[in-house]
């Protein structure tokens, strides 16, 4: 789909290299030279990386016009993985900001990985979005220059680990997080306290478990390591990883769940086992999705902004694809503990 207004023309940043320059050096032609910029895919590999190799040497940039957003357009939004509520919302804070310019959102996934594959940027490429949002997944060194030298500006939502300096991205205090809701439950007078938070290569996930540690040291109590695991943040994870928990002789009395929906799969699990939520088991979830407010019991959640982070996100791309340096590039919003019907204090 064309786009027009804001999208980058065929010329360098002032002062810098042409193609033609590019072209003479490389020896091939300018339109050449000008499908690698646009990532068509009929160029020979060879050929392609030897254009891609002189546009980094003379560090070529396109030159994006300095003016807001018009109707047209497209933002691309990828995800390291899509299939739940969390996703849901990122979405819709996504599509208001997007809207609120008349901007469309295309919709892609990774099936897991964080980092996409090569054939997904060149059709990015190819199209050219006004921007990428990514959630959960950031570009190689490699990729973020070919997007860089395009002038295709992108944002990192709740990324996936300490993205580059130059890199702006959205998140969420995820280690006041694991604190709040470990404080909650240590308030309560629960001492054996579970965590299960989400996969291990995710930044966002260890923050939670450093949070849920650092509530521990603070209260003097010591946590049990074995009663610290990783899941996936999806439903089937909280139930395999609650009934082994709490199957085990000295089973916790609470448990952490690091997501919502982790926290479904525990209260299935403690109501297989015969344990009443929460008289015998307190269960504490992550996000507060819409559902937390209608399962049974009601789930005491940590509040992640995520309709909020996605409408954010979105408005910091607009700032670059306008040509703007965003005024914040790393921004974390707060995270709040909500109150409901699944904790209390302990059975003994």
């Given at each position: 789909?064309?786009?027009?207004?804001?999208?980058?023309?065929?010329?360098?940043?002032?002062?810098?290299?042409?193609?033609?320059?590019?072209?003479?050096?490389?020896?091939?032609?300018?339109?050449?030279?000008?499908?690698?910029?646009?990532?068509?895919?009929?160029?020979?590999?060879?050929?392609?990386?030897?254009?891609?190799?002189?546009?980094?040497?003379?560090?070529?940039?396109?030159?994006?016009?300095?003016?807001?957003?018009?109707?047209?357009?497209?933002?691309?939004?990828?995800?390291?993985?899509?299939?739940?509520?969390?996703?849901?919302?990122?979405?819709?804070?996504?599509?208001?900001?997007?809207?609120?310019?008349?901007?469309?959102?295309?919709?892609?996934?990774?099936?897991?990985?964080?980092?996409?594959?090569?054939?997904?940027?060149?059709?990015?490429?190819?199209?050219?979005?006004?921007?990428?949002?990514?959630?959960?997944?950031?570009?190689?060194?490699?990729?973020?220059?070919?997007?860089?030298?395009?002038?295709?500006?992108?944002?990192?939502?709740?990324?996936?680990?300490?993205?580059?300096?130059?890199?702006?991205?959205?998140?969420?205090?995820?280690?006041?997080?694991?604190?709040?809701?470990?404080?909650?439950?240590?308030?309560?007078?629960?001492?054996?306290?579970?965590?299960?938070?989400?996969?291990?290569?995710?930044?966002?996930?260890?923050?939670?478990?450093?949070?849920?540690?650092?509530?521990?040291?603070?209260?003097?109590?010591?946590?049990?390591?074995?009663?610290?695991?990783?899941?996936?943040?999806?439903?089937?994870?909280?139930?395999?990883?609650?009934?082994?928990?709490?199957?085990?002789?000295?089973?916790?009395?609470?448990?952490?769940?690091?997501?919502?929906?982790?926290?479904?799969?525990?209260?299935?699990?403690?109501?297989?086992?015969?344990?009443?939520?929460?008289?015998?088991?307190?269960?504490?979830?992550?996000?507060?999705?819409p559902l937390a407010s209608w399962v049974w019991p009601p789930l005491?959640?940590?509040?992640?902004?995520?309709?909020?982070?996605?409408?954010?996100?979105?408005?910091?791309?607009?700032?670059?694809?306008?040509g703007r340096a965003p005024a914040v590039t790393r921004l974390n919003?707060?995270?709040?503990?909500?109150?409901?019907?699944?904790?209390?204090?302990?059975?003994?």
């Amino acid at each position: 789909m064309a786009r027009t207004g804001s999208g980058a023309t065929a010329k360098p940043a002032a002062g810098g290299p042409t193609i033609a320059t590019i072209a003479r050096e490389v020896g091939v032609s300018v339109p050449t030279v000008s499908k690698v910029l646009n990532g068509r895919a009929d160029v020979a590999p060879a050929t392609r990386a030897r254009v891609e190799a002189a546009l980094e040497k003379h560090q070529y940039r396109r030159r994006r016009a300095v003016s807001a957003p018009t109707a047209s357009g497209l933002i691309d939004l990828v995800f390291h993985r899509l299939g739940s509520a969390w996703s849901m919302e990122i979405i819709r804070g996504v599509e208001v900001a997007a809207g609120a310019h008349r901007v469309s959102v295309i919709l892609s996934e990774l099936g897991g990985e964080h980092r996409p594959p090569q054939d997904w940027l060149d059709m990015t490429m190819s199209r050219p979005p006004l921007g990428v949002l990514l959630v959960a997944a950031n570009l190689t060194s490699a990729q973020h220059q070919q997007l860089d030298r395009r002038s295709i500006p992108y944002v990192v939502i709740d990324t996936d680990g300490e993205p580059p300096a130059d890199v702006p991205s959205v998140g969420s205090d995820n280690w006041n997080g694991g604190l709040l809701a470990t404080r909650h439950l240590l308030g309560l007078g629960h001492c054996r306290i579970a965590c299960i938070s989400g996969p291990g290569d995710m930044l966002c996930s260890r923050a939670r478990i450093d949070g849920f540690r650092s509530a521990h040291e603070e209260a003097g109590i010591p946590h049990d390591p074995s009663l610290v695991a990783n899941g996936n943040f999806y439903v089937e994870a909280g139930y395999e990883q609650g009934l082994r928990m709490l199957s085990a002789p000295d089973r916790p009395t609470a448990i952490f769940a690091g997501s919502d929906m982790q926290a479904i799969g525990v209260l299935r699990a403690a109501h297989e086992l015969g344990l009443s939520v929460p008289r015998d088991l307190s269960v504490v979830g992550y996000d507060d999705l819409p559902l937390a407010s209608w399962v049974w019991p009601p789930l005491t959640t940590v509040r992640q902004p995520l309709t909020e982070m996605g409408a954010a996100a979105t408005r910091m791309l607009f700032e670059m694809a306008a040509g703007r340096a965003p005024a914040v590039t790393r921004l974390n919003l707060a995270t709040d503990l909500v109150l409901r019907e699944s904790t209390a204090p302990p059975p003994w």
